[in-house]
């Protein structure tokens, strides 16, 4: 199984990024999937999941209406296209497969995204 990650980088406060995360070794449309971050001294939390059924979504408070999460099972590319960014969304950004709850079995290896002016 690998997951990995892509897209992070240094964004001003309001900018956009679209993170994805390429998985490999399993069927990737059999599974949920989510996105989880952690800032410096934070444990991970949870930002987004999807089902293995697209249409089912479910966001953190913090996020809601600025991020969004999707998948093309076609491409084995999960995303999250990340809208109105705020400097405590600073983090590493983790994709896990399994759950769209963060429970996730696999982890991918993260991907940093800085918001500072």
């Known amino acids: 199984v690998q997951l990995v990650e892509s897209g992070g980088g240094l964004v001003q406060p309001g900018g956009s990024l679209r993170l994805s995360c390429v998985v490999s070794?399993?069927?990737?449309?059999?599974?949920?999937m989510s996105w989880s971050r952690q800032a410096p001294g934070k444990e991970r939390e949870l930002v987004a999941g999807i089902g293995s059924n697209i249409g089912n979504t479910n966001y953190a408070d913090s996020v809601k209406g600025r991020f969004t999460i999707s998948r093309d099972n076609a491409k084995n590319t999960l995303y999250l296209q990340m809208n109105s960014l705020k400097s405590d969304d600073t983090a590493v950004y983790y994709c896990?497969?399994?759950?769209?709850?963060?429970?996730?079995?696999?982890w991918g290896q993260g991907t940093q995204v800085t918001v500072s002016s």
């Open positions: 070794g399993f069927t990737f449309s059999n599974y949920a």
């Open positions: 896990g497969k399994g759950s769209r709850w963060g429970r996730a079995s696999d």
